[in-house]
Nanobody
């Protein structure tokens, strides 16, 4: 089982940056791929970025390519999402996700609000 705790969200002006962190418990963290999702009010949850268990492979939604960077530190059981050139449309609750039964494991989320 994996427990996830996100942090680092906040209010930022358009063009600004934030770094989200997702701290994971569980001895198998370094063996699992991780994903960041987001969900804006009235919209479906969407995947933003993914990273392989060794960190050598990453993937991004088209809407964030070139602006967001996903990374991980397996020694710290943490995955990060560096967000730059933020836009108002990036405003959402951001969640990290680990594979598991059903839809996998989820944290409580961290709110990102980008003002114009």
């Amino acid at each position: 089982q994996v427990q996830l705790v996100e942090s680092g969200g906040g209010l930022v002006q358009a063009g600004g940056s934030l770094r989200l962190s997702c701290a994971a418990s569980g001895r198998t963290f370094n063996l699992i791929d991780m994903r960041w999702y987001r969900q804006a009010p009235g919209k479906e949850r969407e995947v933003v970025a993914a990273i392989s268990w060794r960190g050598g492979s990453t993937a991004y939604a088209d809407s964030v390519k070139g602006r967001f960077t996903i990374s991980r530190d397996n020694a710290k059981n943490t995955v990060y999402l560096q967000m730059t050139s933020l836009k108002p449309e990036d405003t959402a609750m951001y969640y990290c996700n680990a594979p598991g039964p059903g839809n996998g494991y989820w944290g409580q989320g961290t709110q990102v609000t980008v003002s114009s």
